[in-house]
């Protein structure tokens, strides 16, 4: 519990310091090609999945800072449990139908990495829900002035299943005869067989 508390705080601490960097510098940078995703997932009525929030092809000075919403719809899914990577914090139920991930990093960090994962349990019924993310917070390391970074945000889904009960025959085939001819026609050799054997059997007596 005090390990949460203090990760807690140190997060928080880090992205005030990185946010009021980011009052002051005003700008955005020019992360070409930068990209906040969550991943698609998927599950059967009554049972739990996960997804993955992440960030893409972050360039110098790297990811510093970051606060994120996850949004879905309540009717198909309810989150029921989530972890934050890099020492930061996890809520899931910042909002009635909304998760938020934040955290920070004093180095800042280049390239791809998880911020996040997200657990979902299924309602009874099966359908679809759209994931969508939306950016409170994300900056880069810029020693003295943290900039914003303008990331595309790519948004996911997940989708619940229902588990089919297995097929039962009706005993007919596809051309709506019976698909115990071979069964019937066996036992009616193995009949032909033993009248054979009991008709021998009498004449030797």
Known sequence: MKKLRFGMIGAAAVAVALFGGLLIAGT????????????????????EGSVTVGTSS????????WTVDLSYDTSVITAV????????VCN?????NMVRITGGSASGIEGDT????????CGSDAGSSALTLSI????????GGPQDIDATVVDGSFTCGVIQPPT???GLGPDGGSSFGWLIA???????AGLVVGFGAQRSR
């Open 28 to 47: 955005a940078a020019a992360q070409g090609g930068a990209t906040l995703s969550v991943s698609d997932g998927s599950a059967m009525t009554g049972e």
């Open 58 to 65: 972050i360039s110098d000075p790297g990811l510093a800072a």
């Open 81 to 88: 449990d989530c972890s934050a990577e890099h020492g930061g």
């Open 92 to 96: 899931t139920e910042f909002g009635p």
């Open 114 to 121: 998880d911020i996040g994962s997200v657990t979902f349990e």
């Open 136 to 143: 409170h917070t994300l900056a880069d390391g810029t020693i």
């Open 168 to 170: 039962v025959g009706t």
């Open 186 to 192: 066996l036992l009616a050799i193995v009949g032909t």
